[in-house]
């Protein structure tokens, strides 16, 4: 299997850090080059699974609300 490699300094070791972007309001971590912090790519802070389940919760409570007498 080939090795991931930095396309700006061949380094392959990768780290996922915090980014605070000013132009929004969502969250997001970067995946970065551990040796000169070039950015790979980037992802919501949050992971998409835990969000729908999250969201699945808030609408079964609604649901319940909506049950009772």
Do not use: W, Y
């Amino acid at each position: 299997m080939a090795t991931s490699k930095c396309p700006k300094c061949d380094g392959s070791s990768f780290e996922i850090v915090p980014a605070h972007i000013t132009a929004g309001s969502e969250q997001f971590r970067f995946i970065q080059c551990s040796d000169c912090g070039v950015v790979i790519s980037a992802m919501p802070a949050e992971h998409l699974a835990s969000q729908l389940v999250k969201a699945l919760a808030i609408l079964e409570d609604q649901i319940k609300n909506l049950r009772r007498p």
